[in-house]
């Protein structure tokens, strides 16, 4: 005998419809929240900006820590019981018996620092010009059954880069700042989620993925000169939605000319470790845990970074 309601209709069928106005339902809530919360992905303020303001912070932060040690040392100094005669007596007799050949001493190394300045040359810095430059993340999904290769992009990348053509080993890197509010993939309900749920950039605490160079490493060439190209690492320190972690950046730089660098640079993470984590979605399935981070830039000596 079949299970029929008064109506006709299966309680099986019911149970069915109900299960489904209910997925349904929640469907339409998570997304409802994903739209609302993630926001239309504009700036609040440029990269330029947000580096000014990490590094006027770090300034703020040495010389708050060079106060703490001068006070630490005139503390040390107050504390110790020196004889003072005994000791300028001693450092007088010193003085006497090396003052010829502290004279002597210094004459070389003036001739030597003179010598050392007409071999070096002058580093020159480059600023990343936003408009002709790009940050981009790639991962795999499945995606209702198919799979596709997921790129977000956003041209909202800015830092500085200090190049010593003679001695490449010499240059420095400066802070590098993403917009991940600005990132686009070709899905907008996708990038309200980023925004929303993922990188929660829509908050302006989180707008900005930050790295901030350590170390530059493992030089392709002594040195380099206009039409070459130099590989090297950069060792720093990556920031995503507050968490800090140490990435190395395998970089890749070409000198167009002597005011232009064309490159870049790539590294690949765990989202996991910063402790990303990505909503479940109908119809989106085996995201690959680890993404491919990358940053395409153009850098101009003496122009403006936008």
């Known amino acids: 005998m079949t299970n029929k309601s008064s109506t006709g209709v299966s309680y099986g069928v019911v149970a069915i419809l109900v299960i489904i106005a209910f997925a349904v339902g929640a469907g339409v809530g998570v997304g409802g929240f994903i739209f609302a919360t993630g926001g239309d992905g504009t700036a609040s303020r440029s990269v330029q900006d947000a580096i000014a303001e990490i590094e006027a912070d770090n300034d703020a932060q040495v010389a708050e820590d060079t106060d703490e040690t001068a006070s630490e040392d005139e503390d040390m100094a107050d504390a110790e019981d020196v004889t003072s005669e005994d000791a300028d007596a001693q450092a007088a007799d010193e003085s006497e018996e090396t ?45 209702r059954g198919e799979r596709v290769t997921v790129v977000g992009t956003t041209p909202d990348v800015g830092g500085t880069i200090t190049v010593d053509l003679d001695n490449p080993s010499a240059s420095s890197v400066g802070t590098i700042a993403v917009n991940a509010r600005t990132i686009a993939t070709d899905n907008d309900f996708r990038d309200r989620a980023i925004r929303s749920r993922i990188l929660k950039s829509a908050e302006d605490q989180f707008e900005f993925i930050i790295f901030e160079p350590t170390s ?3 030089f392709s060439a002594e040195s380099v000169s206009v039409g070459d190209t130099l590989t090297f690492d950069i060792t720093g320190n990556l920031t995503i939605t507050g968490v800090t972690l140490e990435v190395v950046f395998n970089t890749s730089v070409t000198v167009d000319s002597e005011t232009q660098l064309t490159g870049t640079a790539t590294s690949n993470v765990l989202y ?17 845990d680890d993404v491919d981070l990358a940053i395409n830039f153009v850098a101009s000596a003496g122009a403006s970074e936008s």
């Open 272 to 288: 996991a470790d910063y402790g990303l984590v990505i909503p479940d979605v109908p119809g989106v399935a085996n995201i690959t």
């Open 99 to 143: 003052a010829g050949e502290d004279e002597a001493t210094e004459a070389e190394d003036t001739e030597d620092m003179a010598s050392d300045e007409s071999m070096t040359s002058e580093a020159v810095e480059f600023s990343i010009v936003t408009d002709e430059s790009t940050a981009t993340f790639t991962l795999e999904e499945d995606l």
């Open 216 to 218: 530059l490493s493992n």
